[in-house]
Structure formats: structure tokens, C-alpha cells
């Protein structure tokens, strides 16, 4: 499992860092990812499992849509307050764009011409919905961007993910807020320090969330407050599919069954299969 910590930072700002390696090759097995459909995804579960622990609840629930008209499609992530997360992508074999320098082309395969949404339920009457454009299609940038103009919350963001071949060598982010009152000097230098966090898949190379947090933050005096396991973890099951064939009408699915043998319904999120037969859907109609 990935382990997400979390501290306070000279009395003015919480930085959550998270090694997720395990979270994105389990997505790259689940989904058959192409190299720049691991770094986009992999980079948007990192970030919105960062997200998934600020909330009080396990049960709330957060699901994030990345749309930026590029070849990889639409990303859509959802994390608990239970430290689960779960993604899927519209082309997860989308051709792998470089840069020039070598990188890959993350902000070229999302797209820039979109917007990234974050719908939160926390039990309310109605969800929280907020949206912002896209400046790079990078992610990080992205949900830098979100944060300081959807919930003015000035903040940082650092992700990254390393790949061999079609595996994740090392992955993990950083995202700083800033406690209101912080003095100047101070903010200076945790900026000075979030642009020095450049190749942030090689940071957790070999090291643990509170090795990079402390790495970077240690000058300023650290106090972790927590670490916890986070893992890639699909809530879907029998009963809320059962709602999904029962959404068909008896005739349709029972015309499907009779096409082609059985209504078969796979999850995006996991690759689960649940198969219903002729007898199956009688109990289901009944």
C-alpha cells in the first residue's frame, strides 16, 4: 500500500505528501495504460488521494473530472475519507507524446482547452461542485490553478510519476497550504522551496512521504500529525449493478440476453465483470 502523511510546518502551513507507486501500477494493470495515460492518471490519483484525507468523514466522497479535448480523453478519479481511490480514463492507450527535452507530453495527451471539476458529497443536500479551466494540462498546475480560484486557497502542488516501460518506478506529490496569518518572509521561503521540487517522481525514489516532506521542509521545523495507508480500492458490487440492469427495462435486457447470450456489465473503475443469464434477470425482474 502507498502511505500519505501529513504535518505542520513551522506553525503556518500543512504539508501532505503521499508515495503512491502501488496506486498507479495498479492502475496501469487494471486499465492496460500506455506510458502518458500512467503519467495523467497516476498523477490525478495522487493528488485526489491528497484531497480524500482532509475530509472528517470515512463515508465522504470526492470525484475529480479532468477534460481537456486531448487524445487521452476525459480522467475521471473518486477518493473516500477512508483512504480509498479508484480512476478511469476514456483512452487509456492513447499514443505516448514526448517532448523535446525528452519528458513525456502530459499537458499535450490531457489537452489545455477544458476544465477540471471536483464534485464533493460530505453528506449535504447537494454536492459541492467547483470548476476551474485548464492552464497546462500538467495536473499539478492545474489543481494549483482550481484551488486558488474555486476555493481561494492559495496553495501548492507538486506531482510526478517515473515509468519503465509500461511500470511505475516511483511516483508521489506534495501539496502545501498555507495557514492564514503566515508572515511574508516565511511564504517567500515555502515558495522558494516548491519551485526547487522539480522531478518529483525521483524525490520518492527510494523514500517515504515523510523522508520528502522533511527533505524539503526539515529546515523549517516539522511535526508530523499522521500517516495512514492509501489504496487503489473499487467500492462497486452486486447491488448497485443490479440497479444499472434494473435501469434497462425488463424487455431491453431480456432482448439483450436473448442476442447475445447474457447482459454483461463491466466496471470502468476496476474491470469487474458481473454476467446476468436469462435466469439470473428472472430473479432480478421478479
Known amino acids: ?40 492518471m497516476g498523477r490525478t490519483l495522487t493528488m485526489a488521494a491528497l484531497m480524500g484525507k482532509e475530509f472528517k468523514n470515512k463515508e465522504d466522497y470526492l470525484t475529480v473530472v479532468i477534460n481537456g479535448g486531448g487524445p487521452l480523453g476525459k480522467i475521471t478519479v473518486c477518493a473516500d475519507g477512508d483512504g480509498h481511490v479508484k480512476g478511469d480514463i476514456e483512452n487509456p492507450v492513447a499514443e505516448t507524446l514526448v517532448k523535446e527535452d525528452g519528458h513525456l507530453d502530459v499537458g499535450g495527451a490531457v489537452g489545455r482547452d477544458g476544465t477540471l471539476t471536483v464534485i464533493k458529497d460530505i453528506g ?20 494549483a490553478y482550481y484551488f486558488a480560484e474555486s476555493e481561494q486557497q492559495p496553495c501548492g502542488v507538486a506531482l510526478g510519476v517515473g515509468l519503465n516501460s509500461k511500470r511505475c518506478t516511483s511516483a508521489g506529490g506534495v501539496w502545501v497550504q498555507i495557514m492564514p496569518n503566515c508572515p511574508e518572509e516565511l511564504l517567500s521561503q515555502i515558495e522558494t522551496v516548491m519551485y526547487a521540487m522539480d522531478e518529483m517522481s525521483y524525490q520518492f525514489k527510494g523514500s517515504t512521504a515523510e523522508e520528502v516532506i522533511r527533505r524539503f521542509f526539515g529546515r523549517f521545523g516539522v511535526t508530523v500529525t499522521e500517516s495512514v495507508e492509501v489504496s487503489y480500492k473499487c467500492n462497486c ?30 466496471c470502468h473503475f476496476c474491470g469487474k465483470k458481473y454476467v446476468y443469464d436469462k ?5 432480478l425482474f421478479k
Open 1 to 40: 500500500m502507498s502511505v500519505l502523511t501529513k504535518a505542520i510546518v513551522a506553525d503556518y502551513a500543512v504539508v501532505s505528501a503521499i508515495e503512491s507507486k502501488q496506486l498507479v501500477n495498479r492502475a496501469i494493470k487494471i486499465h492496460n495504460l500506455s506510458p502518458v495515460a500512467a503519467a495523467a
Open 237 to 266: 458490487n452486486k447491488r448497485k449493478i443490479d440497479r444499472v440492469v434494473r435501469s434497462l427495462g425488463r424487455d431491453e435486457a431480456f432482448e439483450i440476453a436473448e442476442e447475445r447470450g447474457c447482459v454483461e456489465v463491466c
Open 124 to 143: 449535504l443536500k447537494q454536492p459541492y461542485v467547483g470548476t476551474s479551466k485548464l492552464v497546462s494540462g500538467e495536473i499539478a498546475q492545474d489543481f
Open 279 to 283: 435466469e439470473a434477470l428472472g430473479k
